[in-house]
């Protein structure tokens, strides 16, 4: 069984900042590319951020420049840091990794049960 924990999200004004982490944890062999996604009310879930295990990472344009994100491999941990927030920044925010469990054949897809970030004032 394997699990990815997030945690960070919460009411923050607009130019506010806010940092996401996810931790994953249970039988891990590896974990490869790990990213951020969000889903707004009445949209779809859209990308926000991918680090792959060597760091290269990539962002969405609605958020360049303005989130970072980095993992630490030893905690088997992704982080978003978030700042100059915008109303538009509002949603669900969901971690994602690949990951090669104990007993498996190949790579497998996990999410987070996801946090709310809300931007307002």
């Known amino acids: 069984q394997v699990q990815l924990v997030e945690s960070g999200g919460g009411l923050v004004q607009p130019g506010g900042s806010l940092r996401l982490s996810c931790a994953a944890s249970?039988?891990?062999?590896?974990?490869?590319?790990m990213g951020w996604y969000r889903q707004a009310p009445g949209k779809e879930r859209e990308l926000v951020a991918t680090?792959?295990?060597?760091?290269?990472?990539n962002y969405a344009d609605s958020v360049k420049g303005r989130f970072t994100i980095s993992r630490d491999n030893a905690k088997n941990t992704v982080y978003l840091q978030m700042a100059s927030l915008i109303p538009e920044d509002t949603a669900v925010y969901y971690c994602?990794?690949?990951?090669?469990?104990?007993?498996?054949?190949?790579?497998?897809?996990?999410w987070g049960q996801g946090t709310l970030v809300t931007v307002s004032s």
């Open positions: 680090i792959s295990r060597d760091r290269s990472t």
């Open positions: 249970g039988s891990i062999i590896s974990i490869n590319t």
């Open positions: 994602n990794a690949w990951i090669w469990v104990t007993g498996a054949s190949n790579w497998r897809e996990v």
